[in-house]
């Protein structure tokens, strides 16, 4: 299964289903199933957790350039030019297991957090 690494309080957001797009600075290809998993910054965890587990399965059904229009369902003020917009549908909780976070989309194997 595919995962994505969010920092909080944003993987929570997502997970209530008051984030509906994801905000980052490069686009992807890949659509369908990702696992959002809830990680912290290195600054500090100054934001509710819980922190290095998997938290919900979303559906990616877009990758946009973001507009300003999409601020309200991104809880983000647009940052700039270059700023892409990951639409997420259909948002399910999952156990919450201990997931190592990766930089952009990786693979979660078999046996890794016990999801597959």
């Given at each position: 299964?595919k995962?994505?690494?969010?920092?909080?309080?944003y993987?929570?957001?997502?997970?209530s289903?008051q984030?509906?797009?994801?905000v980052?600075s490069?686009p992807?290809r890949?659509r369908?199933?990702l696992?959002i998993?809830?990680?912290?910054?290195r600054r500090?965890?100054?934001?509710?957790?819980?922190?290095?587990v998997?938290?919900?399965?979303?559906?990616l059904?877009d990758c946009?350039?973001m507009?300003?229009?999409?601020?309200?369902a991104?809880?983000s003020?647009?940052?700039?030019?270059g700023?892409?917009?990951w639409?997420l549908t259909?948002?399910r909780?999952v156990?919450q297991i201990p997931?190592?976070?990766?930089l952009?989309i990786?693979?979660l194997?078999?046996?890794?957090g016990?999801?597959?």
């Amino acid at each position: 299964m595919k995962a994505l690494s969010v920092r909080q309080p944003y993987a929570n957001q997502i997970l209530s289903g008051q984030k509906s797009i994801e905000v980052r600075s490069w686009p992807t290809r890949h659509r369908g199933e990702l696992l959002i998993v809830s990680c912290a910054a290195r600054r500090g965890n100054q934001y509710g957790g819980p922190y290095g587990v998997s938290l919900c399965v979303a559906t990616l059904a877009d990758c946009r350039p973001m507009t300003k229009r999409d601020e309200t369902a991104a809880m983000s003020a647009l940052p700039g030019e270059g700023a892409w917009a990951w639409v997420l549908t259909d948002v399910r909780p999952v156990e919450q297991i201990p997931v190592t976070g990766r930089l952009g989309i990786y693979e979660l194997h078999a046996g890794e957090g016990k999801i597959l």
